[in-house]
């Protein structure tokens, strides 16, 4: 099992730039496939950036495409999410997630662990 707590959330103007953080619990934080994933007010849950257990693979989602960049250090045991040139409609709770013996999937159903969240606010 695997304990998720996120940071870095915040009120930034639009055009700024937030750098989020997913901190792991448990020795086997390497082998996890992890994601975040963002819920605007009165909105589902929707993917946003994905990377493999051994951080060779990413993907994101076309809003955030070019915009954010996800990583990961295994050594510390934590995930980031650099979100750069952010918008209005970036504004939600941010969520990461593990899979385990995971590659990294846009797909929330095959996450089984999740962080509280964290807020992102952006003003126009």
């Known amino acids: 099992q695997v304990q998720l707590v996120e940071s870095g959330g915040g009120l930034v103007q639009a055009g700024g730039s937030l750098r989020l953080s997913c901190a792991a619990s448990?020795?086997?934080?390497?082998?996890?496939?992890m994601g975040w994933f963002r819920q605007a007010p009165g909105k589902g849950r929707e993917f946003v950036a994905a990377i493999s257990w051994g951080g060779g693979s990413t993907n994101y989602a076309d809003a955030v495409q070019g915009r954010f960049t996800i990583s990961r250090d295994n050594a510390k045991n934590t995930l980031y999410l650099q979100m750069n040139s952010l918008k209005p409609e970036d504004t939600a709770v941010y969520y990461c997630a593990a899979q385990p013996c995971g590659s990294g999937t846009s797909r929330a159903p095959r996450y089984d662990y999740w962080g509280q969240g964290t807020q992102v606010t952006v003003s126009a």
């Open positions: 448990g020795r086997t934080f390497s082998s996890y496939g």
